[in-house]
């Protein structure tokens, strides 16, 4: 069985702050929320460094806490007038769906500057996000899921 953790509301505005302060030197000139887990970190982010543009990207590796063998990714938003975008997600767990994620934008978008930020990384991950905060020991369960 799997270890669960519940991650709350009130943590969630806290760590949301602690990463806004660190991606503020980055000045994004968008967000690239990966739907559905990054959607409501996204939002918040973008209010709160003042971003109107939020863009969502859809991907399907998970069927609620079973991994998935294959992974869809579509939705893939026109980023053709920015020059720095923050692709935010709630986790990064094994890191595959991120890898593929920055693999089709930086294959579409060569000359954009990507960087990565989760709330939740995993140190075995393929990928790492360049601003992130909490190690996921167990099984995240996000407020914005209950």
């Known amino acids: 069985m799997i270890k669960k953790e519940y991650y709350d509301y009130n943590r969630f505005l806290k760590d949301t702050k602690s990463i806004m302060v660190k991606v503020q030197k980055y000045n994004p000139d968008s967000i690239v929320a990966v739907a559905r887990g990054g959607v409501t970190f996204g939002h918040f982010l973008a209010n ?36 720095r975008v923050l692709i935010v997600d709630d986790i990064v767990d094994s890191g595959e769906t991120m890898q593929e994620i920055l693999k089709i934008l930086k294959n579409k978008y060569p000359t954009i500057d990507f960087k ?14 360049d601003f992130t905060i909490n190690e996921a020991k167990n099984w995240i369960e996000f407020f914005w899921e209950v």
Do not use: M, R
């Open 116 to 129: 990565i930020a989760t709330l939740f990384y995993k140190k075995e991950a393929i990928i790492k996000a």
């Open 48 to 83: 709160g460094l003042g971003l109107n543009f939020l863009f969502t990207i859809n991907s399907i590796h998970y069927n609620d806490t079973k991994k998935l063998d294959s992974f869809c990714i579509s939705n893939i938003p026109d980023l053709t007038n920015f020059k």
